[in-house]
């Protein structure tokens, strides 16, 4: 899962105050500047994870 610590904490970079729920492109862009993983595979497994959190059981 990702999250952006919003409104706590802003994404580095941006000159807002405050942390937003859209900056998750941002928090997003930064994963896949730092893994090897293309972002397809990692959205499908933040996706299927996603899914694990939330629907487990269902």
């Known amino acids: ?4 610590d ?3 904490m802003r994404v580095s970079g941006l000159r807002r105050e405050f ?3 859209s900056d998750i492109r ?3 862009s930064a994963l896949c500047n ?3 993983e293309s972002p397809e595979i990692l959205a499908a497994a933040l996706r ?4 694990e959190i ?3 059981g269902q």
Do not use: K
């Open 1 to 4: 899962m990702l999250e952006t």
């Open 6 to 8: 919003s409104p706590d």
């Open 19 to 21: 942390g937003c729920p």
């Open 26 to 28: 941002q928090v997003f």
């Open 34 to 36: 730092i893994r090897s």
């Open 48 to 51: 299927d994870n996603a899914e």
């Open 54 to 56: 939330f629907y487990a």
